[in-house]
């Protein structure tokens, strides 16, 4: 038998670290550290690299192994998947002044751990950065600072300061001189990021990575980082349809460790990012008196949450001799399919006329529950008759007209009742026991969803 490599695992925490230390980095305890065979180290030996390849049974893994660490931004986490995983890396890209950075300092300052954080700021300097921390009231005595992009000094810093979260702003700013002179190039973003993975992945910390995207997305830089790390964050925004500050969207581009369907949604205020109680309120548009023509409301589904948003429409006549569709918050696809839809079961003619959709607050609505309250607003728009005051729709359309069963029906009705919805128009419940005990439940409380089964019924429904 060959002789397994060792590891020091912490008796307090069960961190683990290569070499022996008088005191946990991650949980602050002393003499806790205590020498195991390492059980479930799987390619990775160490720098030595000397130890012959040893594979080992699944079944003697210590599951402990990757263990999430709350990031005290309850967004982030949900985002994550439950907080940030160790020995795993995170991409976060966005455009230039978005907020990544302010999100970054404020996610290492409330990381619900005892270990030390490292950021590395290639673009701000030390002064920079403390200016920002004191406009969110950070006070940074757990944060360590570093500026430079130099590989081989943030090593060194790391083997110093034994960071458990380090964020590296950012990644074009990483340069080597093992690969050439100029930073920023491909080649040195690929070299460093991938020597910042490896050591954090070898040292039971987590890595979070910045890269500026420009505004019609992919560069080829931060793209090709994805493939090495763990998680790809995109940080969005856009105005908001309240007065609380700007929004913010935080997506899951990959997530090996949690799902991508869940956002966080954010405001920017002078304080930094701030989470929403309920973020219905950025999507809904306050108004006196009646509502105008073009306005629906749908409830849909972001992940494991529910959303009220305000879809917004506008038929003009076409300018070209082909008719057009504007609509960057929902797909244009699925806007000339309800289009369509329309103009054939309702003989509402839209193919002379360019559309213009938008949802206020900017977010992206890929839901299919969506359609019913884009074809409401779509027939208003073309028609110029509002929809009722007070009315919430959900539904997904069929292309024979028909209106289609959604996931979650009663919690949309009970979300939308929550904000002050007197009226919803919706689908049947799906078929299942599970949706239609749920749906049945909700009906028992006071006023529920008036059921519609084609396009027709859910138009004559709202408009006549
Ligand atoms: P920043 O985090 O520097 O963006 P990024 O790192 O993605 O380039 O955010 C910069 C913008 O955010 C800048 O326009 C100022 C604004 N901001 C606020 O509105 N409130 C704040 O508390 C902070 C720190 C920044
Ligand atoms: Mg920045």
């Known amino acids: ?4 490599p060792f590891i020091f695992k912490c008796s307090a925490c069960g961190h683990e670290e ?10 602050g305890e002393w003499n806790t550290l205590t ?27 210590d599951p402990q192994e990757g263990s999430r660490i709350g990031s ?8 994550l998947g439950g907080g940030i995983m160790k020995r795993s890396a995170v991409l976060v890209g966005g455009e230039p002044g978005i907020g990544k950075s302010t999100l970054l300092l404020q996610a290492a300052a409330a990381a619900e751990t005892r270990g030390r954080l490292l950021y590395v700021s290639g673009e701000e300097s030390a002064g920079q950065v403390r200016m920002r921390a004191d406009r969110l009231g950070i006070r940074g005595d757990r944060i360590e600072i570093f500026c430079s992009g130099r590989l081989e000094d943030i090593q060194t810093i790391l083997e110093a300061v034994k960071p458990v979260i380090i964020v590296v702003d950012s990644a074009q700013t990483l ?8 930073p920023g190039t491909v080649n040195q973003m690929k070299y460093c990021s991938y020597e910042l993975i490896s050591w954090v992945k070898e040292h039971d910390a987590a ?3 910045v890269a500026h995207v420009t505004k019609d997305g992919l560069i080829s830089g931060p793209k090709s980082l994805e493939h090495m790390v763990d998680t790809v964050l995109y940080f969005e925004g856009a105005a908001s349809a309240s007065s609380e500050g700007d929004c913010r969207f935080l997506r899951a581009a990959k997530n090996r460790f949690g799902s991508v369907d869940e956002i966080g949604i954010f405001t920017m205020g002078e304080k930094g990012l701030s989470m929403v109680e309920d973020p219905s309120l950025l999507f809904l548009v306050r108004r006196e008196g009646a509502v105008p023509a073009g306005i629906a409301i749908a409830a849909v589904l972001e992940g494991s949450r529910t959303l009220l948003v305000e879809i917004q429409a506008l038929a003009i006549p076409a300018k070209g001799s082909i008719s057009r569709v504007f609509s960057d918050r929902i797909d244009s696809a699925r806007v000339s399919r309800i289009a369509a839809s329309l103009e054939k079961h ?7 006329h360019d559309l213009y959709v ?10 299919v529950g969506v359609e019913l309250a884009l074809a409401a607003s779509i027939y208003s728009a073309r028609t110029g008759l509002p929809l009722p005051a007070g009315t919430a729709i959900a539904g997904e359309l069929s292309l024979a007209g028909e209106v289609r069963p959604v996931r979650r029906l009663a919690g949309r009705i009970k979300a939308a009742r929550s904000l002050g919805f007197e009226r919803f128009l919706g689908p049947p419940p799906a078929e299942g026991p599970g949706e239609e005990a749920e749906f049945a439940a909700s009906r028992t409380s006071a006023g529920s969803g008036e059921l519609v089964k084609d396009l027709k019924g859910a138009i004559k429904a709202l408009f006549s």
């Open 358 to 367: 938008n949802v206020a607050g900017g977010i992206k609505i890929t839901e």
């Open 1 to 4: 038998m060959k002789k397994r």
């Open 207 to 209: 890595l979070f990575l």
């Open 35 to 61: 020498e195991t065979a390492a059980a479930g180290r799987g390619g990775f030996s160490g720098k030595a690299g000397k130890a012959l390849p040893q594979s080992f049974p699944l079944s003697s893994v």
């Open 72 to 79: 005290g931004i309850a967004e982030l986490d949900r985002v």
């Open 175 to 182: 340069h080597t001189d093992e690969a050439g002179l100029i």
């Open 18 to 27: 290569p070499k022996w230390l008088g005191r946990c980095p991650e949980c």
């Open 346 to 352: 309702l003989g509402l003619r839209l193919s002379d």
